[in-house]
């Protein structure tokens, strides 16, 4: 009898210091990727530009933050997570790079009505790494085409840039910049479509 008793209490503590433990878990933080692109001084364009679609490799393209933490083994953290689809805001923050690049305000990430872009950039991204404290990579490939005669440029670029601390908003920051040094890339390939005769 007394022994049922203290087995009944050892159960009901284990059970509240669940129920405590589970009450002081950590809220999840949100990070997003922007347009961080500075103006080279290049002439304006007045073409507009549609930017997508995007494809991200799956082993990244969820919710929260995968870290490389070796070569051939990553961590998902529940915890640091992407506020929005990993792909929207690449196609996002490269539309606002585009902005900044080309000098024109008429370049989205989403179809929208009545909008005839004049160029249409599509981006299948192969890496997309992170690595906490060190650098955030990217290697992507993308293609300009050009809507009225449906020539087309592609190329692909690999930046790598450090991350400027240990935290994940430094990691979000990385990678926004070396989305920003891709759009370079890309605008360079449409001024020069832009330069050929329609």
């Known amino acids: 009898m007394r022994a049922g008793r203290i087995a009944r209490l050892l159960t009901i503590a284990f059970a509240a210091a669940a129920m405590a433990g589970c009450g002081t878990s ?16 290049a002439t304006s364009m007045r ?3 549609a930017v997508g679609p995007v494809s991200i490799p799956a ?17 998902v953290d529940e915890f640091n997570r992407w506020a929005a689809p990993l792909g929207d805001m690449i196609a996002h923050a490269v539309a606002g790079d585009l902005v900044v690049l080309l000098g024109s305000k008429d370049v989205t990430a989403v179809p929208l009505e009545n909008f005839d872009p004049a ?37 692909r670029t690999l930046a790598r840039e450090a991350a ?28 020069t479509e832009a330069r050929k005769k329609p």
């Open 119 to 155: 160029y249409q950039v599509t981006i299948s991204v192969q890496r997309f790494e992170s690595v906490k404290g060190e650098a955030a990579t990217l290697d992507a490939l993308w293609t300009v085409r050009r809507a009225t005669t449906g020539e087309s440029r592609s190329g």
């Open 26 to 41: 950590r809220p999840a933080r949100f990070y997003t990727l922007g347009s961080t692109a500075t103006t080279n001084g």
């Open 59 to 75: 082993a990244v393209d969820q919710p929260e933050f995968v870290v490389q933490v070796e070569p051939n083994r990553v961590e």
């Open 164 to 191: 400027s601390g240990t935290a994940f908003d430094a990691l979000a920051a990385a990678h926004s910049r070396a989305l920003a040094k891709m759009s370079e890339d890309i605008a360079a390939a449409i001024r």
């Open 47 to 49: 073409d507009a530009v």
